[in-house]
Nanobody, 116 residues
Framework: QVQLVQSGGGLVQPGGSLRLSCAAS????????NGWYRQAPGKQRELVAG???????NYSDSVRGRFTISRDNAKLTMYLQMNNLKPGATAVYSC??????????WGQGTQVTVSS
């Protein structure tokens, strides 16, 4: 079992910044912290930012240039730096990790609200 514990998030005004963290613990052999997702009310969960198999990064069009995903493999922690936040970013954000195609784990979810 892999546990992913998220921190960060909260309420921020438009144009503000937040940083989310996702720390992994448990049975970590071959586990990959591989991305952040979000789900807004009434919408499907979508990938916000992730790591490619080659170690690169990819972003949804709506956040590219404003959000940055990173990870510290030594600390087994993944981050999402969110700058110039817009009201459309309001959602529950969740981190995801996987071990091959047969096992994955999700963080508990963190509410991000962008509002004046």
């Amino acid at each position: 079992q892999v546990q992913l514990v998220q921190s960060g998030g909260g309420l921020v005004q438009p144009g503000g910044s937040l940083r989310l963290s996702c720390a992994a613990s448990g049975s970590l052999f071959a586990i990959n912290l591989n991305g952040w997702y979000r789900q807004a009310p009434g919408k499907q969960r979508e990938l916000v930012a992730g790591f490619t198999r080659g170690g690169g990064t990819n972003y949804s069009d709506s956040v590219r240039g404003r959000f940055t995903i990173s990870r510290d493999n030594a600390k087994l922690t993944m981050y999402l730096q969110m700058n110039n936040l817009k009201p459309g970013a309001t959602a529950v954000y969740s981190c995801h990790a996987a071990r091959g195609p047969l096992y994955d784990s999700w963080g508990q979810g963190t509410q991000v609200t962008v509002s004046s």
